[in-house]
């Protein structure tokens, strides 16, 4: 049973950072994509970022460019995403997703992590 288990939510004040932290398992993800969407109250889910399980492709949202990063543990069965410089326009529940790679829907999909940033 693949699983995609989010961590690393809370609360920051603007300017600051957390990491996201997403646990999979239940299958190999070769040839897999791994992606960290978010959705705000009121808003439409929306892409974040997302990266190859080699560690290539790495795809970021114009919204997030420069401030957020994208990267795989290596060793270990988990995608990470460093936020920095943060918004509250970031505040959102932050969920992590995998699809194949030749596929364009993501297939697996996360519980969530809430992300709050004050001003």
């Known amino acids: 049973q693949v699983q995609l288990v989010e961590s690393g939510g809370g609360s920051v004040q603007a300017g600051g950072s957390l990491r996201l932290s997403c646990a999979a398992s239940?299958?190999?993800?070769?040839?897999?994509?791994m992606g960290w969407f978010r959705q705000a109250p009121g808003k439409e889910r929306e892409f974040v970022a997302a990266?190859?399980?080699?560690?290539?492709?790495?795809r970021y949202a114009d919204s997030v460019k420069g401030r957020f990063t994208i990267f795989r543990d290596g060793a270990g069965n988990i995608v990470y995403l460093q936020m920095n410089s943060l918004k509250p326009e970031d505040t959102a529940i932050y969920s992590c997703?995998?699809?194949?790679?030749?596929?364009?829907?993501?297939?697996?999909w996360g519980q969530g992590t809430q992300v709050t940033v004050s001003s």
């Open positions: 990266i190859l399980w080699s560690g290539d492709s790495i």
């Open positions: 239940g299958r190999s993800f070769n040839n897999y994509a």
């Open positions: 997703a995998a699809r194949y790679m030749l596929q364009s829907t993501y297939e697996y």
